[in-house]
């Protein structure tokens, strides 16, 4: 039986594939904005963002806009 045959597995994947959006478009817009409001290279901060999501966006708020 696959997992998303049940109700519950197809909510599961609706949820996951929400989460994942949300962590592309997190690292897409500290990537974006760094380019406009950063000194420091945006490429580093879509980094951090990547390896941390939540640590690393709080930090590029706090940090790394000018």
């Known amino acids: 039986m696959l ?6 597995g197809a909510l599961a994947f609706v ?3 929400l989460f994942t959006a ?4 997190m690292v897409y817009w500290t990537y974006t904005d760094a380019q ?3 000194d420091h290279p945006a490429f580093l ?3 951090v963002v990547f ?3 939540l640590l690393g966006l709080v930090l590029y708020v706090l940090l ?3």
Do not use: T, V
């Open 45 to 47: 901060w879509a980094i």
């Open 15 to 17: 949820i996951w594939l």
């Open 64 to 66: 790394g806009r000018n």
């Open 3 to 8: 997992p998303l045959q049940s109700a519950g």
């Open 22 to 25: 949300l962590f592309i478009y």
């Open 51 to 53: 390896l941390a999501p």
């Open 36 to 38: 406009r409001n950063s």
